[in-house]
């Protein structure tokens, strides 16, 4: 992110006020934006001065998701009494996309394309796009017996029964990923209880079902509707 001072301000100063936003802090999303304006915490992971002159600093943020950029830049102008805005901001990982290692350009996706089409090679084609699996490879799992996969499939939320497997680093009130026995991603859920609770539970309702990823009649259907 570069960020631009209203009046200069030395780098001393700068690197000073940056560890003030390390950990966590508030935010009030700004006044154009999609969501509603409350006051939240979000997380800031580190915050990296890479370069510094006169008005402007070049940062590097890793932070929770939801996060405002521009905002972080505005309150970094405060702290600092000189005002500032966020001038530039580029993306360089979300969960586990990282640029130096999944970012490909369109000019090679229309080659990708092309060859596929014509000489029907589908090398470079499923290097460029990757299983939805991928990007939520981060995120705590849960595996679900082959006769859960189709209510969960219709948006059912999961109940203990269904449960084949689940890892240790669940949470409560975290996301996670629903998934078959095969390492398909058939949802994405919030957890009601931790990890350690659910193994000691026996029935009820675990994950409430946020969005379903794959489409209802692959697996068979062991369940019946309510009359």
Same mark, same amino acid.
């Given at each position: ?99 130096d290692e999944?970012?490909?350009? /369109?000019?090679? #996706?229309?080659? @990708? !394309? %092309? ?5 029907? &090679? ?10 939805v699996e ?24 999961l109940a ?24 398909? /991603?058939?949802? #994405?859920?919030? @957890? !009601? %209880? ?5 193994? &000691? ?27």
């Open positions: 992110m570069v960020i631009q001072f209203h009046r200069e301000v030395s780098e001393s100063d700068v690197r000073e006020a940056l560890k003030e936003f390390i950990g966590e802090i508030y935010q009030r999303p700004p006044l154009r934006s999609s969501v509603k304006r409350t006051l939240r915490t979000r997380r800031i992971y580190y915050i990296e001065l890479i370069e510094h002159t006169g008005k402007y600093s070049v940062v590097r943020v890793g932070c929770q998701a939801g996060t405002y950029m521009r905002k972080l830049a505005h309150d970094l102008g405060l702290v600092l009494g000189v005002g500032a805005h966020m001038r530039e901001l580029r993306r360089t990982r979300t969960g586990p996309f990282k640029e999944t970012l490909v350009r /369109l000019q090679e #996706l229309s080659e @990708a !394309l %092309y060859l596929w089409r014509t000489e029907n &090679d589908e090398r470079m084609l499923r290097r460029i796009i990757m299983p991928v990007a939520v490879s981060h995120i705590p799992k849960i595996l679900i017996l082959d006769s859960a996969v189709d209510a969960i499939a219709h948006g059912a939320s203990v029964p269904g449960i084949s497997m689940l890892m240790k680093n669940i949470r409560k009130n975290t996301m996670v990923a629903i998934m078959s026995l095969k390492g398909e /991603l058939v949802a #994405l859920g919030t @957890a !009601l %209880y931790d990890a350690e609770e659910i193994a &000691d539970m026996s029935r009820g309702i675990v994950v409430k079902t946020k969005r379903v990823y794959m489409k209802p009649g692959i697996y068979p259907r062991a369940w019946r509707k309510k009359k």
